[in-house]
């Protein structure tokens, strides 16, 4: 691995991490076996996940029918058979989140503690949980993009509830209601009623490692994602470290955890990402990610300009709101 960490000369007025960050290849160490293979279980599941939420249709045609035609039994029991295995899934991704929320607090604990003197230290040498904080990052925005594009998993949950509550006011034995319990039905809704459900779990998350480690300065958790989100910039500006990507995948990879953790450095960090106090480059993340083909990266812009918490704030710098504009 040492050969991968060649440190190049910076002109920036403070030195930026500089140091390709294996994302291809990345194995864990003795010392991350432990986190990482807590991880590794979780990551295991998320393409299936993404892979159901993509393929995700809904029931929107048997809900119109039976809404439509509000006394014809077989519709209502067309509709309710067709909702409550869609319910099931939107459980199975819910619960999913907690799993991924609970990988991210180790990986935080790891990434953040004392061992090594700073967060560049901490992401040359635990490359493989590194790259599985970024594998978190990646799953986040493609989820929350798949999200936001179905209409029909917002549609499905309510109708679900409705019909329930109706079930059970008028004492109809309903099959499927063990699927989802009240208290679980009200969490659900508020996920999804989220337009990016999982980067808000992952943020709420962050700030709650933040609460509960006091002993632990905040810079700990910001300035690993600022240094995370530096050295993505500097691999995809660098041709010299973009040349070691075996595969245009990884590029894409790279910017989307770029933008992810650009995105949960502005939750996180008092003033957020764009406040001139901020450790990481905004124009040169805009810059690399406006040197892309256009239609690869427009989703990944959109994020910045709509998920971001501080980007329309007065002391956000006017340049960096025109590159967005």
């Known amino acids: 691995m040492g050969n991968l960490l060649k440190v190049l000369t910076c002109t920036d007025l403070e030195q930026e991490p500089n140091f390709f960050l294996d994302f291809e290849n990345a194995q864990p160490t003795d010392a991350e076996r432990e986190v990482w293979e807590q991880v590794d279980v979780v990551l295991k599941d998320a393409k299936e996940i993404l892979d159901e939420l993509q393929a995700y249709k809904g029931a929107g045609l ?3 029918e039976a809404i439509q035609n509000p006394t014809d039994e077989a519709l209502q029991e067309q509709a309710w058979s067709a909702v409550v295995p869609l319910v099931g899934k939107l459980k199975k991704f819910y619960q999913f989140s907690q799993r991924l929320e ?4 180790s990986l935080l604990g790891a990434l953040t503690s004392e061992t090594f003197d700073d967060p560049t230290q901490h992401l040359e040498r635990e490359q493989a949980l590194a790259k599985q904080f970024a594998e978190i990052l990646h799953f986040t925005l493609r989820f929350d993009e798949l999200k936001m594009t179905n209409p029909a998993i917002q549609n499905d949950f309510s109708y679900y509830r409705r019909t329930l509550s109706r079930m059970r006011i008028n ?3 309903a099959e499927g209601e063990n699927e989802v319990n009240n208290e679980l039905a009200n969490r659900i809704s508020l ?4 337009a990016t459900p999982m980067l808000k779990t992952l943020s709420d998350s962050t700030r709650k490692f933040v609460s509960e480690n006091k002993n632990l300065p905040i810079e700990n958790t ?3 994602l600022s240094t995370m989100a530096t050295v993505c910039k500097v691999m995809l500006e660098t041709p010299e470290y973009r040349s070691r990507f075996t595969s245009e995948e990884t ?3 790279c910017l989307r955890v770029m933008v992810g953790v650009i ?3 502005d939750y996180v960090h008092p003033v957020g990402a764009f406040a001139k106090s901020s450790k990481i480059d905004m124009k040169g993340c805009i810059k ?3 040197d892309q083909p256009p239609n690869s990266v427009e989703g990944l812009l959109n994020a910045l300009r709509y998920t971001t918490k501080h980007l329309n704030d007065e002391s956000t710098n006017k340049t960096i709101k025109s590159m967005l504009q």
Do not use: G, M, Q
Not at 102 to 105: I, V
Not at 191 to 194: E, G, I, P, R, V
């Open 263 to 265: 995105i949960l450095y």
């Open 288 to 290: 690399v990610l406006k």
């Open 62 to 64: 048997e809900i119109r």
């Open 102 to 105: 609970a990988a991210l607090h």
């Open 191 to 194: 996920f999804y009623a989220d």
């Open 251 to 253: 590029v894409s990879f």
């Open 171 to 173: 004492n109809v034995p």
């Open 222 to 224: 910001t300035d690993c």
